[in-house]
C-alpha cells in the first residue's frame, strides 16, 4: 500500500513538473481521415477526433501524448510554426501564433502488418497553451 502511493505521487510529481517546466498547449481534433489496414488491404477510414497534450521541452524536444500514446520528438525546428518528427514518421506541425496545425502517423503504409490492422491518419488540429 505505501509502494503504492509513493508510486502514485512520484507519477504526480513527475506530471505536474513536466506541465509546469515547458511549453505546454492542449489541442483538440479538428477532423481526421486516413487509411485502415485490414484484410490485407487499406481502406479509407475516418477517425473521430482525439485530444493532445503537446509539451515542448527545452533544446529542440517535445512530446506528444494521446489515445494511450506518447511520441517523443528530437531536433524539432520552430519560429513561428513549429515542425516535430520521428525517424518513424510520426509529426507535428502547429502555428503559434493561431494554434492551428496538424498530427500524421504514415509509417504503418511503408511496412503493411501481415495479420493484423494498423492504421495511418493525419487530423487537424486547434491548440490553445495551457496556463502555468
Given at each position: 500500500?505505501?509502494?503504492?502511493?509513493?508510486?502514485?505521487?512520484?507519477?504526480?510529481?513527475?506530471?505536474?513538473?513536466?506541465?509546469?517546466?515547458?511549453?505546454?498547449?492542449?489541442?483538440?481534433?479538428?477532423?481526421?481521415?486516413?487509411?485502415?489496414?485490414?484484410?490485407?488491404?487499406?481502406?479509407?477510414?475516418?477517425?473521430?477526433?482525439?485530444?493532445?497534450?503537446?509539451?515542448?521541452?527545452?533544446?529542440?524536444?517535445?512530446?506528444?501524448?494521446?489515445?494511450?500514446?506518447?511520441?517523443?520528438?528530437?531536433?524539432?525546428?520552430?519560429?513561428?510554426?513549429?515542425?516535430?518528427?520521428t525517424?518513424?514518421?510520426?509529426?507535428?506541425?502547429?502555428?503559434?501564433?493561431?494554434?492551428e496545425?496538424?498530427?500524421?502517423?504514415?509509417?504503418?503504409?511503408?511496412?503493411?502488418?501481415?495479420?493484423?490492422?494498423?492504421?495511418?491518419?493525419?487530423?487537424?488540429?486547434?491548440?490553445?497553451?495551457?496556463?502555468?
Amino acid at each position: 500500500m505505501r509502494f503504492s502511493i509513493g508510486v502514485l505521487s512520484l507519477l504526480l510529481g513527475i506530471s505536474v513538473y513536466a506541465a509546469e517546466g515547458n511549453n505546454s498547449w492542449s489541442c483538440e481534433g479538428v477532423n481526421s481521415i486516413g487509411f485502415l489496414w485490414q484484410e490485407g488491404r487499406w481502406e479509407n477510414q475516418s477517425f473521430a477526433p482525439a485530444t493532445y497534450l503537446f509539451t515542448i521541452g527545452s533544446e529542440s524536444s517535445a512530446s506528444l501524448i494521446f489515445s494511450g500514446y506518447q511520441w517523443v520528438f528530437e531536433n524539432c525546428t520552430s519560429s513561428n510554426i513549429i515542425r516535430c518528427s520521428t525517424n518513424l514518421g510520426n509529426a507535428i506541425v502547429m502555428n503559434f501564433q493561431t494554434g492551428e496545425g496538424a498530427v500524421s502517423s504514415i509509417v504503418a503504409a511503408s511496412v503493411p502488418p501481415a495479420d493484423e490492422t494498423a492504421s495511418t491518419f493525419i487530423e487537424r488540429i486547434q491548440c490553445s497553451r495551457v496556463n502555468q
